[in-house]
């Protein structure tokens, strides 16, 4: 477990040779007096330098928690920017199919527009064609009226001219 942790190992090192956990000689081979509190520094150097192999393993899990949560910020923020690109892109998509399809019912609209237009002046035309077949007609039998007067006229001119009025004859053979 030494090999995993290199400050805890650097510790255990330290207390092996001898040497304070600060890495300088013990404390106990500078003076004479301080021999005694060398021997009482000693007493505490494992907790001491537990509690420093754990204050080092926390940075490093401190650092460790950090990098990955920059890095989480990074792809929380890296996503961020695609859903937007790709909300913008849907969205370009969307007003360029409304914008067709306005485009295609606008042509299907003038296009029905145009057609009721030619069937109004194709109706127009037929109306104007019947209205003078109608008049001809009428014309027709204006002409074929006053021709049947003439010819009752004619007719009624012929019957009195030829037309034998029985009394004269019968006086006439007898005289």
């Known amino acids: 477990t030494n090999a995993a942790h ?3 190992s650097a510790c255990v090192r330290a207390q092996v040779r001898g040497w304070a956990p600060d890495g300088g000689p013990p404390k106990g081979d500078r003076t004479g007096q ?6 009482a520094t000693r007493l505490f150097n494992d907790a001491h330098c537990f509690l420093q192999n754990i204050s080092s393993e926390l940075e490093v899990f401190k650092q460790e928690i950090m990098q990955d949560h920059e890095h989480r910020k990074a792809e929380i923020s890296e996503a961020r920017r695609k859903l937007e690109q790709e909300k913008f892109e849907r969205r370009e998509q969307l007003n360029k199919l409304r914008y067709e399809f ?10 029905v527009l145009e057609e ?5 002046i194709s109706e127009k035309r037929d109306d104007n064609s019947q209205q003078q077949q109608i008049e001809h007609v009428v014309h027709d039998m204006d002409l074929l009226r006053e021709d049947l007067f003439s010819i009752q006229a004619a007719w009624g001119k012929l019957a009195s001219n030829c037309m034998v009025m029985p009394n004269e004859e019968d006086e006439q053979p007898g005289a």
Request: proline share 4%; charged share 40%; glycine share 0%.
């Open 116 to 120: 009721i237009e030619e069937l109004k």
């Open 6 to 8: 290199p400050i805890r």
């Open 34 to 39: 301080a021999s005694a509190m060398a021997s």
């Open 102 to 111: 306005e485009d295609f019912v606008n042509r299907k609209v003038d296009r």
